[in-house]
């Protein structure tokens, strides 16, 4: 990575995708000027003396992705045969939950890494982090380790202090210090350590902190989570969360409250355009119509939704509501292919799915496909970018505009088969996924990725240090 930004004019872009809705989605070039961290022009530009010029001759241009939901911590459980096959409650169970007591600072740093240099080699310069791998005595600090890791790679990081200060109902006091819950004096108290030390609300802010315990109705009290909203508030943080990821959510949210997931957290204070919510797979029209009301977004996690069985959330429903719509990766150990191109392409596809699972064919009184919505390319990237800025509250980040923060990915289509042929060449990353040639990363203006890999990063040595703490990971575990 570049220590400083400078300015660059790149040159001769095949088609720029702004990150904007609707008629603003595409810019027609061919070139961009970077000064600093800034964008200054996009147009027919000229260079200028003592600027860099860079050749985009057969390249389209991206904002950088938004990331708004990840478990980096995950990076090294992708693809564990015990919960490979299982839906969500038995995966946490055999995958996450088994392997928690194993992470030391060692193994936590290389995972963090493997996370970051991956989304990083997929076009992405802004990630959140929803870390709940904490407890009591832990002997480390994770919130340090990924600031110090996204600052060595030059990405935005967006810290979700998650966490627990409650067992679930029936189930008995763990022995192992790991899986003990934290004292809610103890979580706020790091809260507020975290946001003195940490968080920037610039719109344009290389770190923050967000307040996200695990989830509303497992992790804390009515009474704790109201406090917490509160607390937040009050330090200028924003509110993050899973809910209604599946539908054995929704019996216990039923359960214990009497109410729906929507109304429980509307309940605690939990809805607003300062919250946002990973999955909402699961969700009555009255919740959806809710929650665009109130401006609160979603983190939308195709790919693990679909590995873990839970369904695919009603992303077009929640946007035609107005509620924000993002994109997330979840943990890579429930979607091994822990990228934004292939979650931007999950996406695409998945929204086309459930409305076509909804047709009904004409002999049996249905209008075929007729009333089926298809997200568009320029819907997904701008929930790819600017959605996940929205929901972020980074409004300098996600859309390719002068004056906004100079993040964006240039894809070379010239020299990857699944780019030749296209006649739509900026649809290419979303309409054909895969690992789309990353020709170079800027974000902030500094260059983050060049030809499909971090400038001074040994990435076999990264693979064979990531090998070899997989097998302290498992032989932990076994112990």
């Known amino acids: 990575m570049n220590d400083e930004p400078t300015r660059v004019l790149i040159r001769g872009l095949d088609a720029i995708a702004t990150g904007l809705p609707g008629a603003a989605a595409r810019h027609a070039g061919p070139d961009i000027r970077l000064d600093g961290t800034r964008i200054v022009a996009l147009g ?25 939901h990840h478990h980096l911590f995950q990076s090294l459980l992708k693809g564990d045969p015990a919960g490979l096959d299982c839906t969500l409650n038995p995966w946490l169970a055999q995958t996450p939950y088994r392997y928690r007591a194993a992470f030391d600072a060692e193994a936590f740093r290389c995972a963090v890494r493997v996370g970051l240099v991956e989304l990083a080699l997929s076009g992405c310069g802004t990630v959140a982090d929803h870390n709940y791998l904490h407890w009591p005595g832990q002997g480390f600090d994770p919130s340090a380790i ?20 409650m067992l679930r109902a029936g189930v008995e006091p763990p022995r192992n210090a790991a899986l003990q819950p934290e004292p809610f004096d103890a979580w706020l108290r790091d809260l507020e350590r ?49 809910l209604s990821e599946t539908v054995a959510y929704i019996d216990a949210v039923q359960r214990q409250h009497g109410m729906s997931p929507v109304d429980f957290v ?33 983190a939308h996690c195709p790919q693990s939704n679909g590995r873990l069985g839970s369904g695919i959330a009603p992303v077009l429903d929640l946007a035609a509501a107005g509620a924000p719509v993002s994109l997330g990766v979840d943990g890579a150990a429930s979607n091994e292919a822990a990228d934004m191109v292939s979650e931007a392409h999950a996406a695409w596809l998945m929204s086309r799915a459930r409305d076509g699972l909804g047709s009904r064919a004409a ?18 990237i701008h929930w790819g970018t600017a959605g996940g800025a929205r ?35 900026l649809a290419a990353p ?19 990725v060049r030809d499909g890999a971090v400038p001074g990063l040994d990435l076999l040595a990264l693979g064979r240090e990531a090998a070899r703490q997989v097998r302290r990971l498992q032989a932990a575990a076994q112990g």
């Open 44 to 68: 027919a530009l000229t260079p200028e003396p003592g600027e860099t010029v860079v050749d985009g001759t057969g390249c389209i241009a991206y904002p950088a992705w938004v990331n708004t």
């Open 266 to 298: 509307e309940s605690l204070g939990w809805l607003g355009p300062d919250v946002w919510f990973a999955h909402l797979v699961h969700l009555a029209p009255a919740e959806i119509a809710r929650l665009g009301a109130t401006g609160t977004g979603i």
């Open 363 to 380: 002999v049996h009184g249905g209008e075929g496909e007729a009333g089926v919505r298809m997200a568009t390319v320029d819907q997904v």
């Open 391 to 425: 929901v972020l509250g980074l409004d300098a980040v996600g859309t390719l505009a002068p004056g906004q923060a100079a993040d964006i990915a240039l894809f070379d289509l010239d020299c990857d088969p699944r780019g030749f042929g296209l006649h739509d060449r």
């Open 430 to 448: 979303v309409v054909g996924g895969g690992r789309a040639h990353l020709a170079r990363l800027f974000v902030a203006g500094r260059e983050v």
């Open 146 to 165: 990924l600031f110090e890791e996204a600052a060595a790679l030059g990405l935005r990081l967006v810290l979700c202090r998650g966490g627990q200060t």
């Open 194 to 242: 975290l946001a003195a030390t940490w968080h920037d609300p610039a719109p344009d802010a290389m770190r923050r902190i967000v307040a996200a315990p695990t989830t509303p109705t497992f992790s804390m009290t009515p009474d704790q989570m109201r406090t917490v909203a509160q607390e937040a508030r009050r330090l200028g943080l924003r509110l993050h969360s899973h």
